[in-house]
């Protein structure tokens, strides 16, 4: 059974910076380009960063380019984003996805979504 799990979402104030984690379970984690998406209230989901299986490639949206950081640990299972000068509009559910063939990585090509973690930012 696979299994994906967000953590690190919280409130913190414009300008500051937040760390989410996922981790995975039932699957070959380095087998899979993992990735990012997120869920502003009221807007549809949209891709915030992937990351291809050796951790070589990466892909930012304009909107997070320079200020988000996605990484991953093929030996530990678990892929992170680091977020810094965080803005009100990066307010939203953030998803883990795990997808395989179509770079970058979008909705429709995942294979496996986490439940997702809230990240809210004050102005």
């Known amino acids: 059974q696979v299994q994906v799990v967000e953590s690190g979402g919280g409130l913190v104030q414009a300008g500051g910076s937040l760390r989410l984690a996922c981790t995975v379970s039932?699957?070959?984690?380095?087998?899979?380009?993992m990735g990012w998406f997120r869920q502003p209230p009221g807007k549809e989901r949209e891709g915030v960063s992937c990351?291809?299986?050796?951790?070589?490639?990466?892909y930012y949206p304009d909107s997070v380019k320079g200020r988000f950081t996605i990484s991953r640990d093929n030996a530990k299972n678990t892929l992170y984003l680091q977020m810094n000068s965080l803005k009100p509009e990066d307010t939203a559910m953030y998803y883990c996805?795990?997808?395989?063939?179509?770079?970058?990585?979008?909705?429709?090509?995942?294979?496996?979504w986490g439940k997702g973690t809230l990240v809210t930012i004050s102005s």
């Open positions: 990351i291809n299986v050796s951790g070589s490639r990466t």
């Open positions: 996805a795990a997808g395989a063939g179509r770079w970058p990585l979008v909705a429709s090509a995942v294979n496996y």
């Open positions: 039932g699957l070959t984690f380095d087998a899979y380009i």
